[in-house]
């Protein structure tokens, strides 16, 4: 079973640096499309963008430029870094996985990071 566990997160101050990180066990990463989501208060879900199953990083029109996202086959572990937080990106974040090419629902999820940034 399929299972992820996400690590990171906490108080940053604006141009900080912020990386969460999100560890795939009982599979392989790269037998996976894994993604980055991300929902701030009273806000819908928004997919930040991931890593599909040839390990090729893709994001999201809205965010692209703000993140960088990677994945590292040896640890089966998937990335989030930004190195210039803004409040605006106070969100619960959740990475989740899928077996297909990153279209439609995503099967499994981790237990969420909150990310607060604030001076």
């Known amino acids: 079973q399929v299972q992820l566990v996400q690590s990171g997160g906490g108080s940053v101050q604006p141009g900080g640096s912020l990386r969460l990180s999100c560890a795939l066990s009982g599979g392989t990463i790269r037998n996976y499309c894994v993604a980055w989501f991300r929902q701030a208060p009273g806000k819908e879900r928004d997919e930040i963008g991931g890593v599909n199953r040839h390990g090729q990083p893709y994001y999201s029109d809205s965010l692209k430029g703000r993140f960088t996202i990677s994945s590292d086959n040896t640890t089966n572990t998937l990335y989030l870094q930004t190195n210039t937080p803004e409040p605006e990106d106070t969100a619960m974040y959740y990475c989740?996985?899928?077996?297909?090419?990153?279209?439609?629902?995503?099967?499994?999820w981790g237990q969420g990071a909150q990310v607060t940034v604030s001076s």
């Open positions: 989740a996985a899928q077996g297909g090419a990153c279209i439609g629902p995503y099967t499994v």
